[in-house]
């Protein structure tokens, strides 16, 4: 146990008895405790294998691989169409964690070998992402704009096009590009 991470446990209202027990589940096995993203991960030679949050709905172990791993008990959930590599397994309530302790261990194992044999999840590339009429749009009227936009990170061009898509109304979608044009122009990205 880190004890930089200990907080962590003791602030948790809701969900501390099934966070509790995740950790200890968790720390049965050759991980290390750090704080990353102000919530727990476990890592495998500093390698990102696990960590724990939580939510409002419900509390949750979080398989950075978890595309990898074969789920053969189904119980990996992709949180949004949008995650490409990380599955959650979710639980309301500590009886879950207790019932699915043996299954929880034999997946955290699994992923510990997925890191150790160098398995990388095929991540789709930017430009296998639909860009919005309305951006593509301003990136023919924006001869500027558009030399920025894919002089981007691969990373920082997904996260435009995401958050340009999202919205359902074409109006909505016109005015994000409009907010976000001088951030691009800057080289910036979306959380920069």
Known sequence: MNPKVDFY?????????????????????????????????????????????VFKEYCALLFIKGALLKDTNGILIQQTENVQAARQVRFTNLQEIVELEPILKTYIQEAI??????????????????IPDEFLKKLEEIPDLATAFYALTPGRQRAYLLYFSAPKQSITRESRIEKHI???????????
Do not use: M
């Open 9 to 53: 446990f003791t602030n948790e209202e809701k969900w501390q008895a099934e966070i509790k027990k995740l950790r200890t589940i968790i720390l049965d096995l050759p991980l290390t405790e750090e704080l990353k993203w102000g919530v727990p991960c476990y890592t495998f030679q500093k390698s990102n294998i696990v960590l724990i949050h």
């Open 113 to 130: 070998e997925v890191e150790k044999s160098g398995l990388k999840v095929n991540f789709k590339k930017a430009t296998e992402f639909s």
């Open 182 to 192: 001088e951030q691009i122009l800057d080289g910036k990205g979306l959380n920069d």
